[in-house]
């Protein structure tokens, strides 16, 4: 079963736009990264975030971890053609070898 | 350097054959792990092997196996086709494997199966 939760499904925004996506879990975690995934084909790594953070930027990305809700956000500034993808938020937990995987959030990005 | 490396890219199998995949992880990556994601899902853990010993197995039947091979490449194998097995599957690899938790995964480009 997935064990985060990608909020909207779908987004679709104008060239230029934010796009900001959420994503929700269950149970304590060591880390939660975020991929992105063009055309169903490879897991591109975005950013990881370890759950003593509670902020990290790269780039034109920045993520947000509230461990206390149990939520992430990520959002994309400055959207660009390039950035249409679905893109999944994925929980690592402590002791466990494995990343569990929201359904993800489709973006379209519209020039 | 080379990424990790999948094959084959694409394959279209028939109900109750037998297929295997292979993985090739980035070189110095010792961890490789197996997911399935069916259309329109996630990726969904299967295995994931450190140092040629499995270190975890997600929920599948025992039609599906795998191995780790002396120089970190992996093969995954599922036997007895069901049209549900038709997804793609992705390998992933990592430098180590953290008891704290599994760290940065480097996923390939996938084998699209498809099971007819």
């Known amino acids: 079963s997935q064990q985060g939760e990608e909020d909207p499904q779908a987004l679709s925004i104008q060239e230029g736009e934010n796009a900001t996506m959420n994503c929700s879990y269950k149970?304590?975690?060591?880390?939660l990264q975020w991929y992105r995934q063009n055309s169903g084909r490879g897991l591109v790594h975005l950013i990881l975030?370890?759950?003593?953070?509670r902020e990290k930027h790269s780039g034109r990305l920045r993520v947000t971890l509230d461990t206390s809700k149990k939520s992430s956000s990520l959002l994309i500034t400055a959207s660009r053609a390039a950035d249409t993808a679905s893109y999944f938020c994925?929980?690592?937990?402590?002791?466990?070898?494995?990343?569990?995987f929201g359904a993800g959030t489709t973006v379209t990005v519209r020039a | 350097d080379a990424g990790v490396t999948q094959s084959p890219t694409h394959l279209i199998k028939t109900r109750g054959q037998h297929v295997t995949l292979r993985c090739s992880p980035i070189?110095?990556?010792?961890?490789v792990s197996w997911y399935q994601q069916v259309l329109g899902q996630g990726p969904q853990f299967i295995f994931q092997?450190?140092?040629?010993?499995?270190?975890g197995r997600g929920n599948f039947p025992d039609r599906f196996s795998a191995r780790q091979f002396p120089n970190y490449s992996s093969e995954l194998n599922v036997n007895a086709l069901l049209l549900g097995d038709s997804a793609l599957y992705l390998c992933?690899?990592?430098?180590?494997?953290?008891?704290?938790?599994?760290?940065?995964?480097?996923f390939g480009p996938g084998t699209r199966l498809t099971v007819l």
């Open positions: 092997y450190y140092e040629k010993e499995e270190r």
């Open positions: 070189s110095g990556h010792k961890s």
């Open positions: 149970t304590s975690i060591n880390n």
């Open positions: 994925a929980t690592a937990y402590r002791g466990d070898y494995k990343l569990s």
């Open positions: 975030i370890r759950s003593n953070e």
């Open positions: 992933a690899s990592s430098l180590v494997l953290r008891e704290s938790g599994t760290d940065t995964q480097y």
